[in-house]
């Protein structure tokens, strides 16, 4: 049966957001109904929905934000502060396109229920750590007297969904996109550490062997049999973010008091050109990203039907939090200091400011392996090896990964010019592109007006990251150009 031709395996019902969970599965349902362990006094296990507001805020506020001000900058109050919102918006609208996916995958087929993945968790659970593990010929089954190919195991729900859209075509599309997120990622990730070893007194001398002790850390903790441990420190980067913009807020306020304020009229409301408003959308687009994750944040939830006001609320953090820390960190500097980098180019030259670049080389030192082993997990499925197999094998291309990503960061002019490129190719694709193209795909004969909005956020979509793609990466050309040129 072709994709065209497949009908919904649940009820449809149209609605203008997504707390109604209309991915649950019939199965799911019966088996729910009638396990002898459900009982009115058992409570399902998961984060609360403010817990799920508050784990997506933290999700988007990482390293990112620390280019928030070059955004604001780049696109103009005015147009960054609407520009945060619409982005935001997008990111909502793109979450329910791919939710709605949930209603046209054969759940029952090989025992990917409600979107849990194929992974053979029993709780439906995917991870990003999971994320890439496949076989080389998955196995069949039969729905409604029809041979259905099932996805390789090991596939995440966005994989899945990315199957029975596309084919293997599809899940092979989103691996390699997901494989380039990655891999950008952890080149933002060494020009960040970079950047921070910069401006610290105490070094050798040499920016490749400031460089080399930190990557040395990441590529031994990226050996490591369990990572886990290391999500722990999310909170130290949290606690480190909110101190260097404290520092720097304090800074702007005994530099320059209120003059910024006052200055409002004089700064620009709008970006200058096509260029300044694409590396503003790669920054936002990076600094929200939630969409390629939305599965994870439902699955992680006690209740899964309250997706939509969980998200509703974390985006709505998002917002506020990052309208403080573009607009007005730029216009309580706009006086003194123009942002063409990173915001810790505006910390005095203090103690204080030593510490919170030491913290912040330290915090993407351990928050880096939580990505080099998803992507090196990729690589070896991609080439068929078993997690069973030698671990000498897969400490290799960890450790390989690591030295092309160090290698490749030393051409990077910059980490907001390397965010923004990655925000308008790797993030738009996953987050704005492919949802609503897999939507239509599986979606043949859902109503109309919802099929008019996907084809919107679809065309909206592609032709924003075609062009905002094309315009950052030739920024980042001629910035290298003129780097090694200097």
């Given at each position: ?47 609360t929905v403010v817990q799920t507001s508050l784990n997506i805020a933290k999700l988007c506020m990482g390293t990112g934000t620390l280019a928030l001000p070059f955004a604001a900058q780049k696109g103009g109050l005015l147009f960054n502060g609407i520009g945060l919102g619409l982005i ?244 309580l500097f706009s006086p003194t200091h123009s942002f063409d980098g990173d915001v810790l180019q505006a910390l005095p030259a203090t103690w204080i400011a030593l510490v919170v670049r030491l913290l912040m080389t330290f915090v993407v030192a351990v928050t880096a392996p939580l990505i ?60 704005f592109v492919l949802p609503p193209l897999f939507c239509l795909q599986l979606s043949s004969k859902s109503k109309s007006q919802e099929r008019v909005g996907d084809v919107a956020l679809l065309l909206l979509g592609t032709m924003t990251t075609i062009i905002t793609s094309a315009m ?15």
């Open positions: 049966m072709s994709t065209a031709e497949r009908q919904p395996l649940t009820s449809y019902q149209c609605c203008d957001h997504f707390d109604i969970d209309r991915s649950t599965s019939t199965i799911e349902q019966i088996n729910h109904t009638t396990s002898p362990n459900n009982n009115a006094s058992h409570k399902p296990k998961g984060a935001g918006l997008w990111n909502y609208l793109s979450a329910n396109c791919l939710l709605r996916c949930l209603e046209y995958v054969p759940s029952e087929v090989g025992g990917c229920k409600g979107g849990g993945g194929c992974n053979g968790d029993s709780s439906g659970r995917t991870t990003v750590e999971e994320y890439g593990a496949a076989e080389q010929h998955p196995a069949t089954a039969t729905e409604d007297g029809m041979t259905i190919q099932r996805p390789p195991e090991g596939t995440t729900t966005y994989g899945v969904v990315a199957w029975y859209a596309l084919g293997q075509k599809g899940l092979m599309i989103l691996d390699l996109l997901m494989l380039l997120l990655f891999v950008g990622l952890l080149i933002a990730y060494e020009v960040a550490m970079m950047s921070f070893i910069d401006d610290i007194p105490l070094t050798t001398g040499s920016r490749r062997f400031d460089l080399l002790l930190p990557s040395i850390i990441v590529a031994l903790l990226s050996c490591a049999p369990d990572i886990s441990f290391l999500s722990k420190f999310s909170v130290i980067g949290l606690l480190a973010l909110a101190l260097s913009f404290g520092v720097i807020s304090w800074q702007g306020l005994s530099e320059n008091g209120l003059a910024g304020f006052a200055n409002v009229s004089e700064m620009n409301l709008m970006p200058e050109d096509l260029s300044a408003a694409s590396n503003w959308f790669g920054v936002v687009a990076f600094g929200y990203g939630v969409v390629p994750v939305i599965f994870n944040i439902r699955d992680s939830m006690a209740e899964k039907q309250y997706i939509g006001r969980s998200t509703q609320i974390g985006l709505g953090m998002v917002y506020f939090g990052y309208l403080f820390i573009s607009n007005g960190v730029r216009v080099v082993v998803p992507c090196g997990e990729l690589i070896e499925g991609k080439l068929g090896l078993e997690t069973t197999g030698p671990i000498y094998k897969r400490i290799v291309i960890r450790v390989l990964l690591c030295v092309v990503c160090t290698i490749l960061s030393e051409f990077v002019p910059g980490f907001v010019h390397i965010i923004s490129f990655v925000g308008c190719f790797c993030v738009s694709m996953a987050g950052t990466f030739s920024d980042l050309m001629k910035l290298h150009s003129t780097v090694s040129k200097g």
